[in-house]
């Protein structure tokens, strides 16, 4: 009899087998992406190279710079969070692999019952009965219809998107600290230039007196003068405040208090890599909040899978045993065991539409992974062609700054030369020596912006995380 109960328990389990064929779960396949015409590279030649597999370490070559980037990868607070979500998502991979171990629990009990004598038994049992209990229950569930396994690849691609944040937030910081750094260098020169005017101009007051002394000219010509002066000073104050503020976030990036940053000199700055920004293809395998949205999408489609194959029936083994008896002196006796085995296969019939819900929530979230998806590649392409076309404007706007800024330090020269021979007014020199101030901090802010879009097309194409 007890072969023939365990024959029969076995054909159901396995009986479901046949039709897994028919009711398995899909496998993920990644959807057809246009990656032919990502963005736009008008001057760059594009190859299988591209300049987001160098390190950090080899694009930039300032050592200060480099050592700021290093300290910010150690300590920045974003970095930790991000790791610590890695860390949780690899707790749940380890639980999805385990899905397919069967459950074992063991209890140990002891139960008293004293029934009332007006009750059913109440007139037989009259004294309280005991009974000790030690027992184990296992339990394990076929993966039939692949639920299981679609768990588990859920939790993968949830932990490989942890990964891929962790990834990113690594891009964006080694980003963040390569601009600032050089964005405090570019106002380290302009207050050095704007020190240097306001100087020249203190100066400048006191030739005016002189020549306003000497009648040659008014009093309006003085204060024009002095106006310079406070006008210098305001950008003066300004540049030091921002440098200040500037510090303050980039203490923050270490993961540090506010403090003075050292640093070197944005004359002393290049980089020299080649601009080579690879197939837009490679953005696939390199842009880690593109495969973190990829990830994501993998997530979704499982527990689409999941939600699908709840609505199939369930096979499940369960096997109870242990030592039973109402004597505390004959608990673990031989005569105390008892087993029970079962074997069930249950079909959901009424839920309320909890299963049928879960479905489609589960396929609109698929819909709506995929579309983020899709928008996350947009977005990384845009920003490319946005870094390329950048850089190209601001190395063209240098060329032509440089040519303004001789143009007005000449024009400022020959007017103060001018002036002091009488051949022309004030308000031409006044001029003059604001557009030249002007002239000499668009330069700075033009080099600046170019050394920044090299860091944004790094950043772009996915460099930083290696």
């Given at each position: 009899m007890k072969i023939q109960s365990t024959y029969k328990i076995l054909v159901l389990v396995t009986a479901p087998l046949l039709l897994q064929s028919c009711f398995v779960a899909k496998n993920y396949e990644r959807p057809n992406m246009e990656t032919e015409r990502l963005y736009r590279t008008d001057n760059l030649p594009q190859d299988s190279v591209s300049m987001a597999n160098i390190s950090w370490r080899d694009l930039f070559e300032d050592k200060q710079l480099q050592s700021y980037i290093e300290?910010?990868?150690?300590?920045?607070?974003?970095?930790?969070?991000?790791?610590?979500?890695v860390v949780a998502a690899e707790a749940y991979l380890k639980q999805g692999k385990a899905g397919y171990y069967p459950t074992l629990s063991g209890t140990a009990?002891?139960?008293?019952t004293k029934n009332s004598q007006n009750s059913q038994f109440g007139s037989f049992f009259t004294r309280p009965l005991e009974q000790f209990e030690l027992s184990g229950a296992l339990s394990w569930e076929a993966d039939v219809w692949g639920k299981i396994r679609s768990n588990k690849r859920a939790f993968g691609a949830s932990y490989l998107q942890s990964v891929s944040a962790h990834q990113a937030v690594k891009t964006e910081l080694v980003a963040a600290i390569a601009n600032m750094y050089y964005q405090l260098m570019a106002l380290d020169k302009q207050r050095?230039?704007?020190k240097k005017t306001l100087e020249a101009r203190k100066s400048s007051l006191e030739t005016t007196q002189a020549l306003k002394d000497a009648g040659l000219v008014?009093?309006?010509a003085v204060k024009q003068t002095a106006a310079q002066v406070h006008t210098a000073e305001i950008i003066l104050i300004d540049l030091e405040n921002n440098i200040k503020l500037l510090e303050n976030s980039f203490s923050i990036l270490l993961g540090e208090a506010p403090h003075g940053i050292i640093r070197g000199s944005l004359d002393d700055q290049s980089i020299n890599t080649d601009l080579k920004t690879g197939v837009p293809y490679l953005l696939l395998a390199n842009?880690?909040?593109?495969?973190?949205?990829?990830?994501?999408?993998?997530?979704?489609?499982?527990?689409?899978n999941?939600?699908?194959?709840s609505m199939y029936p369930s096979v499940t083994l369960r096997a109870n045993g242990g030592f039973q008896s109402l004597e505390f002196d004959n608990w673990l006796d031989a005569s105390s065991l008892f087993s029970q085995l079962v074997g069930s296969l249950t079909e959901p019939i009424f839920n309320g539409r909890r299963l049928r819900t879960q479905l489609e929530v589960a396929k609109a979230r698929q819909e709506q992974a995929l579309l983020t998806y899709k928008k996350t590649l947009l977005t990384a392409g845009r920003e490319v062609s946005d870094a390329l076309y950048t850089y190209d404007a601001e190395t063209q706007k240098l060329k032509a700054r440089q040519k303004e800024l001789n143009a007005y330090t000449t024009a400022e020269e020959y007017s103060e030369e001018l002036l002091n021979n009488g051949l022309v007014n004030y308000l031409e020199v006044l001029t003059a020596r604001q557009n030249a101030l002007s002239s000499e901090l668009g330069y700075v802010d033009s080099q600046y912006a170019q050394l920044s879009a090299i860091v944004e097309l790094y950043r772009a194409l996915g460099g930083g995380w290696k």
């Open positions: 300290k910010a990868l150690e300590n920045n607070l974003d970095i930790r969070i991000a790791l610590q979500s009990s002891f139960t008293r050095d230039i704007t008014t009093e309006v842009r880690p909040d593109v495969m973190q949205a990829e990830y994501a999408l993998i997530n979704n489609f499982e527990l689409t999941v939600a699908r194959s």
